[in-house]
T-cell receptor, first 114, second 115 residues
């Protein structure tokens, strides 16, 4: 089955800096890669996603890049703010009727210091 | 976005007992997914619940331990049976909205503590 590795496990940055989180996946059939943000005690919420026919996607301060050949994808957050502090999870899915069947990475605890 | 209601939000249970978690969605969906999030860990898919057929379990999860019901297209239950302290986790249900959508929405989770 699919295996998703995520690094780093913790990331500490100063407000205004950029943050980058990287993930690799093993199953070449995976073609959908969402990123979720989970604040303490809350449910995971989608912040951005990318499909395998796209190399990069941006949404304001957040961007995701995908290298299908190397089987890795990354989350980039620019101009970080204290409210960006949370746990971030990458995930992979084969899509189709199985978009909800997600294999998650281990998570990254992001701390943004004011 | 989907509205997903999970009950109970939390519970403390005695070892050896069972707990049934309910998940109600505000619209009809073909598949509902159950995840487990152990303390400080990531999410792991337990099973996929389809209406009118047996749930499909992921490796490491079995029906005897986590029986699932899916009586209609808006509701599902997950039972955690014969609980042990190792079952202490957050259990979340998830759905993807009607065809064409890709985003998986999660319920608020059920925080289970087994003592």
């Amino acid at each position: 089955g699919e295996n998703v590795e995520q690094h780093p496990s913790t990331l500490s940055v100063q407000e205004g800096d950029s943050a980058v989180i990287k993930c690799t996946y093993s199953d070449s059939a995976s073609n959908y890669f969402p990123w979720y943000k989970q604040e303490l005690g809350k449910r995971p919420q989608l912040i951005i996603d990318i499909r395998s026919n796209v190399g990069e996607k941006k949404d304001q301060r957040i961007a995701v890049t995908l290298n299908k050949t190397a089987k890795h994808f990354s989350l980039h957050i620019t101009e970080t703010q204290p409210e960006d502090s949370a746990v971030y999870f990458c995930a992979a899915s084969i899509g189709g009727t199985s978009y909800g069947k997600l294999t998650f990475g281990q998570g990254t605890i992001l701390t943004v210091h004011p | 976005s989907a509205v997903i209601s999970q009950k109970p939000s939390r519970d403390i249970c005695q070892r050896g007992t069972s707990l049934t978690i309910q998940c109600q969605v505000d619209s009809q969906v073909t598949m509902m997914f159950w995840y487990r999030q152990q303390p400080g860990q990531s999410l792991t898919l337990i099973a996929t619940a389809n209406q009118g057929s047996e749930a499909t379990y992921e490796s490491g999860f079995v029906i005897d331990k986590f029986p699932i019901s899916r009586p209609n297209l808006t509701f599902s239950t997950l039972t955690v049976s014969n609980m042990s302290p190792e079952d202490s986790s957050i259990y979340l249900c998830s759905v993807v909205r009607p065809p064409g959508d890709t985003e998986a929405f999660f319920g608020q989770g059920t925080r289970l503590t087994v003592v």
